[in-house]
């Protein structure tokens, strides 16, 4: 044995019964819809998920059917990208709903700090846990195509924070030139801004006008979820998107 055989990822990790499999592929339409041989990496994948990840429930528990399923939906945006993707960090922190996080904020104009409140269904810091609510994670298994995806949303941020704080560019493949991307993402996200502030109706959640970060987030989410609608809004993010992904899996 090397000196480093003990620690538990060295080792392959316990591979998923087909039971309960069978019952969590059943239940998550995003695996699903998967071709056999993405299905059977999504099933090494969460395995390896299981095994590298510590979970941490909160005021609640969490059973191992509702850990794969949380492990199969964080896998599936690095299919087509790798496991490494996930590297960096170790624990999930759930909570049974929603919860609360205090964040301070900075004035660049003032100087003022201030701290406030903020009501989240997930949340992710560089080097930091994954946060998530089971409830937005069961509503999200049960509407997975309306938009919304909690656990694709914090990956999204994780991916982000590969390379440093998130900025909506993740570290890219070869195949992505990283000056389309970025121009690609920054006229998208202004446009989204100025409709946002002009208080236009808008194809993609308001939310993602929030910053550059939360842009790419949220059409990640749109990505897996609603993909037609990332294409009526912004072509070209979709086709991105879809280089740095894969094809979308929603019907």
């Not at 939310?207 to 990640?220: H, L, R």
């Not at 086709?239 to 094809?247: I, N, R």
Request: charged share 25%.
């Amino acid at each position: 044995m090397s000196g480093f055989d003990w620690l538990p990822w060295r080792r392959p990790p316990p591979p998923i019964d087909d039971a309960s499999w069978r019952d969590a592929l059943a239940v998550c339409p995003l695996a699903q819809r998967l071709a056999p041989g993405e299905r059977q990496r999504l099933r090494l994948f969460a395995a390896r998920f299981l095994q590298r990840k510590r979970f941490f429930p909160v005021d609640t528990e969490l059973d191992p059917m509702q850990r794969l399923l949380i492990a199969m939906q964080a896998c599936v945006p690095v299919l087509n990208s790798g496991f490494r993707m996930l590297r960096g960090w170790q624990s999930v922190i759930v909570y049974p709903g929603e919860f609360k996080v205090r964040h301070r904020h900075h004035d660049a104009d003032t100087g003022v700090v201030t701290e406030r409140d903020e009501v989240r269904s997930g949340e992710s810091w560089q080097a930091g846990p994954l946060v998530l609510s089971w409830a937005a994670v069961q509503q999200d298994l049960l509407q997975p195509w309306d938009g919304f995806n909690v656990v694709v949303h914090e990956i999204a941020h994780k991916l982000d924070m590969l390379d440093g704080p998130p900025d909506g560019v993740p570290p890219l493949p070869r195949a992505i030139e990283w000056r389309k991307w970025i121009d690609t993402f920054q006229r998208a996200y202004d446009r989204l801004s100025d409709d946002v502030h002009l208080g236009h109706d808008t194809l993609i959640d308001p939310y993602a006008a929030t910053n550059p970060g939360e842009y790419f987030a949220v059409t990640s989410e749109l990505h897996f979820s609603d993909p037609r609608r990332v294409m009526q809004a912004e072509p070209d993010v979709a086709t991105l998107l879809q280089a740095y992904y894969g094809p979308s899996l929603a019907p």
